[in-house]
């Protein structure tokens, strides 16, 4: 199968991209480097990749790499950790307005020209933000209230084009869900104002590889956002890529919508435990809670049972082996300057 990755050079498209490789698929990767910078991926010496430096809003590229792709991820988007929502609230909103229109209008076309066979949107947690049922079911986005921050419902936007684009023009789809994505290759976006936390700055308002680089650099008390209840469900970003694989894969996943996620449910408190305890494993653990922002969704738990049952898929990477792979990772970028 040939499969076109919008924000192949991403976070999660990076991990995608070698994921459809190992596979077997040869994949079309699109990227404006808009976020990191330019960035050389290990992908590129692989035959079956091609890559294209371009703007996911640019509709007549999208539809010229679309005319002999299979499928396509609509993974390309304006995103970032808690304290990016408020920095460019507006901005979140109309560049994935954008970016979201214009992959749908190529999209449709190569469909109608017989070409495409469907769409695969990377869709977010963020869209249950506002949900009153634990563990949460796909459908309940519907029967949520609606997301308070512009990029939930941004998000919650691109599902409704699938729906818009499946009645009207019969455009298959799959929806996926990542949650808490966690893995090496996260850094400060190039655009993300340097924000205080105690005596170290945020890295990137991503809870993991900043409460990393905080113990790094012997911040004592650590600092959370937050009391440190808040409930998560860490997921390695190399799992998220299998499951989204399958679901490329799976006939069965034509039309239907997914949660990626473990199911394990961790506090910011215990995050951050584990953490101090890999790093400084003989100093008592010390935190202060720092006031946390308005998003900071107090309890994040997705019922995994569908993309079990549908798919075959189970997020079976531990936070601890995560961890142990993230913070040598994080230690050269605090090393390099980068953090």
Not at 131 to 147: I, K, L, M
């Amino acid at each position: 199968m040939k499969i076109l990755v919008t924000g192949a050079a991403g976070f999660i498209g990076g991990y995608l991209v070698e994921e459809l490789l190992q596979a077997g698929h040869a994949v079309v990767g699109l990227d404006n480097f808009s976020k990191y910078g330019a960035v050389r991926q290990a992908a590129s010496e692989n035959p079956a990749y091609r890559f294209v430096e371009g703007d996911a809003k640019d509709a007549a590229l999208l539809t010229e790499l679309m005319s002999d792709v299979d499928q396509v991820v609509a993974g390309a988007a304006r995103i970032g950790g808690i304290s990016y929502f408020h920095e460019f609230a507006y901005d979140l909103l109309t560049e994935n307005e954008r970016i979201t229109a214009a992959t749908f209008d190529a999209a449709i076309a190569a469909y109608r020209r017989g070409t495409l066979q469907r769409i695969n949107i990377i869709s977010s947690s963020m869209v249950y933000e506002n949900a009153q049922t634990w563990p949460t079911p796909e459908g309940a986005e519907r029967r949520s209230p609606p997301p308070s921050s512009t990029y939930g419902l941004q998000k919650l936007a691109t599902e409704y084009y699938a729906q818009g684009a499946w009645e009207q023009y019969r455009l298959p789809y799959t929806i996926l869900r990542p949650f808490n994505s966690v893995g090496i290759g996260e850094r400060r976006a190039r655009c993300e104002k340097e924000i205080p936390s105690g005596n170290v700055k945020l890295a990137m308002s991503h809870v993991v590889p900043d409460l990393i680089q905080k113990v790094l650099k012997g911040q004592d008390p650590l600092h959370l956002l937050g009391d440190g209840r808040q409930v998560r469900h860490y997921t390695y970003a190399g799992d998220l890529a299998v499951g989204i694989r399958l679901a490329i894969e799976s006939p069965g996943a034509q039309n239907e919508d997914f949660n990626l996620s473990t199911d394990v449910s961790t506090t910011v408190l215990e995050l951050a435990e584990m953490i101090w305890n890999k790093i400084r494993p003989s100093a008592p653990f010390r935190c202060v809670a720092d006031p946390p922002y308005p998003y900071d969704v107090q309890r994040r738990v997705p019922n995994t049972e569908k993309a079990t049952r549908l798919l075959g898929f189970r997020a079976k990477t531990p936070l601890g082996e995560v961890l142990d792979i993230v913070i040598p990772w994080v230690r050269q970028q605090v090393a390099y300057g980068n953090l």
